[in-house]
């Protein structure tokens, strides 16, 4: 007789503990949407990353700095040439890494370093480069000789920084967007966890009382 009633007990502690995780259950489903969406929404964007603005951006500072860097190249005789070396150096540096940035944005390579945070240094990248290309440019249309070639890299210096400059704008909004998505994501899990206590407070106290 004692055996069918422990068993009535086992099964009673069981339905309960079953019923509890039940109840903590709509929280599993929910992660693991909201973690499939973010899957499928970076992997769309990278995807689609050449069409989207930030691409087309990335795409044009490419252009325009190979531009500049040939058309500097193209001065044969200078005289001071710090302006001419400085714009040398900026157009050439600014090629080369925001290609390489491009590259791995339409890749989508960022997805498998993810511990790298690609906003983060998207936007010090671009700002960087905003910076020392203006420089280069105002450096260059103060000390030239009016030739052909200075003068229009000149022109596509100041396009580019420009061109920068917008891409800056929207590296700021995306890197605060992240991080706001970010402290909403801890805060819900610590919501969830918090929950989660308390459901087990509940049912480790029921168990006393049984």
Known sequence: MRSCED???FDGEAS???MIS????????????????TTR??????ALY??????VLKALQVVLSLIGFICIETVMMCSPCAGVYLFE??????????????????????LKVPRVNWSLMDLVITASCTVFFFLASVVLAAMNHRSGAEISAVVFGFLVTCVYGVNTYL???RWCSGEQRHLQTSDYIRAR????????QVFITIQIFM
């Open 16 to 18: 309960s503990a079953s």
């Open 7 to 9: 068993a009535d007990g």
């Open 41 to 46: 929404g970076s992997n769309r964007c990278g």
């Open 171 to 173: 590296c700021v909004r």
């Open 50 to 55: 050449i069409s989207s603005t930030a691409g």
């Open 22 to 37: 039940g109840a903590a259950s709509p929280y599993q489903p929910t992660t693991e949407r909201l973690q499939a969406d």
């Open 89 to 110: 150096f900026v157009s050439c540096s600014a090629f080369v890494v925001t290609g390489v940035l491009l590259l791995i944005f339409s890749l989508n390579l960022d």
């Open 193 to 200: 966890t918090a929950s989660r206590g308390e459901q087990q």
